[in-house]
């Protein structure tokens, strides 16, 4: 199957940290994305991962596992801004895009 | 600057009018896709292209059409709409996936409502 799954939404509070989940199934594997998208806006790239790790790139880190088929979106020192939608997109062996529905962030003061 | 644009925005339009919505992008990708996006699925491939006048299915493509005569340009044509294709859709491009560069543009979006 090509299942991406991730939670439908998550809160936090502003100054915390969040860690956003996200599962994949599929055969082939091509790398690891995480888009951000405020509502009524476009996606914007966050991170790639390829292999197993932590990226890190300032507040946001990105973490990948190949064998467990697992990657989570770390987000450090929330801020209000960061209220928005994240979404989880695997790219598969024909090197297309299979996206999840997106986790809704919702950051309280 | 570079960027990902579309036109109309938005558009309300009615069961069976033929439309077009055009996407442009100015960073000479070879790489261009349409999606679109509906509350609780995400988003979902149309049609997609890996360069000039090579153009293939992407997980949705019945009831559109796509064109890519320029390298430049990726319009989404609905030759005969019905309200199942109300969403909201997304242009995007990319260098080739699979060659290091692969992160996606997207232009601003287009409501599209049929009625």
């Known amino acids: 199957g090509q299942n991406i799954d991730q939670p439908t939404e998550m809160t936090a509070t502003e100054g915390a940290i969040v860690q956003i989940n996200c599962t994949y199934q599929t055969s082939g594997f091509n790398g690891l994305f995480w888009y951000q998208q405020h509502a009524g806006e476009a996606p914007t790239f966050l991170s790639y991962?390829?292999l197993d790790g932590l990226e890190e790139k300032g507040r946001f880190s990105s973490f990948l596992s190949r064998s467990k088929g697992y990657s989570y979106l770390l987000l450090k020192e929330l801020q209000m801004k960061d209220s928005a939608s994240y979404l989880c997109?695997?790219?598969?062996?024909?090197?297309?895009?299979?996206w999840g529905a997106g986790t809704k962030l919702i950051i309280k003061p | 600057e570079a960027q990902v644009t579309q036109n109309p925005r938005y558009l309300i339009t009615v069961t069976g009018k033929k439309l077009t919505v055009t996407c442009s992008q100015n960073?000479?990708?070879?790489?261009m896709s349409w999606y679109r996006q509906d509350p609780g699925l995400g988003l979902r491939q149309i049609y997609y292209?890996?360069?000039?006048?090579?153009?293939d299915k992407g997980d949705v493509p019945e009831g559109y059409k796509v064109s890519r005569k320029e390298k430049r340009n990726f319009p989404l044509i609905l030759e005969s709409p019905s309200p199942n294709q109300t969403s909201l859709y997304f242009c995007?491009?990319?260098?080739?996936?699979?060659?290091?560069?692969?992160?996606?543009?997207f232009g601003p979006g287009t409501r599209l409502t049929v009625l």
């Open positions: 995007a491009s990319s260098y080739p996936p699979g060659q290091g560069a692969d992160t996606q543009y």
């Open positions: 997109a695997e790219m598969d062996s024909n090197y297309q895009l299979i």
């Open positions: 292209s890996m360069n000039v006048e090579v153009t």
């Open positions: 991962n390829v």
């Open positions: 960073m000479n990708h070879e790489y």
